[in-house]
């Protein structure tokens, strides 16, 4: 069996409107699925990201209880043509940039955090496929 892909990441948040603020608002995310108190899932290209509040989630309910806390890491991959896009897109939403790193080869990524200090990273598309 091979895996094709991670359909699915998940960031545990503070505030869903805050995080809808941010991926939805600032960010373009569209919002694919909400439950007041619990959840607000977002589309980013061909996969989900899913923000839930951890105490409600950690309940459990129809699905097994999952739940965490800390700062976490995820990237958004885009074409090499929109990454100064991108850049632009994040700088203009009053968000910091941290850092722009030069993995060699012609490609760059930058890292910026959401409303929970989660670390985001925007890549270029085929950096990993190298």
Same mark, same amino acid.
């Given at each position: 069996?091979?895996?094709?892909?991670?359909? %699915?990441?998940?960031?545990?948040?503070? /505030? *869903?409107?805050?995080?809808?603020?941010?991926?939805n608002?600032k #960010?373009?995310? $569209?919002v694919?699925?909400?439950?007041?108190d619990r959840?607000v899932?977002?589309?980013?290209?061909?996969?989900?990201?899913l923000?839930?509040i951890? %105490?409600?989630s950690?309940?459990?309910? /129809? *699905?097994?209880?999952?739940?965490?806390?800390?700062q976490l890491? #995820?990237?958004? $991959?885009?074409?090499?043509?929109?990454?100064?896009?991108?850049?632009?897109k994040?700088k203009s939403?009053g968000?910091?940039?941290e850092?722009?790193?030069?993995?060699g080869g012609?490609?760059?990524?930058?890292?910026?955090?959401d409303?929970d200090k989660h670390?985001?990273e925007?890549?270029?598309?085929?950096?990993?496929?190298r």
């Amino acid at each position: 069996m091979k895996i094709k892909k991670i359909k %699915e990441t998940c960031l545990y948040v503070e /505030n *869903l409107q805050n995080s809808k603020e941010f991926y939805n608002g600032k #960010l373009g995310l $569209e919002v694919i699925g909400e439950v007041k108190d619990r959840h607000v899932f977002f589309r980013a290209g061909e996969s989900v990201l899913l923000c839930f509040i951890s %105490e409600a989630s950690g309940k459990g309910g /129809n *699905l097994p209880p999952h739940y965490g806390t800390g700062q976490l890491h #995820l990237a958004f $991959e885009v074409s090499k043509t929109d990454y100064p896009a991108w850049a632009e897109k994040i700088k203009s939403a009053g968000i910091t940039l941290e850092q722009e790193y030069d993995w060699g080869g012609g490609y760059l990524s930058f890292y910026f955090r959401d409303p929970d200090k989660h670390l985001l990273e925007v890549v270029m598309e085929g950096m990993w496929e190298r």
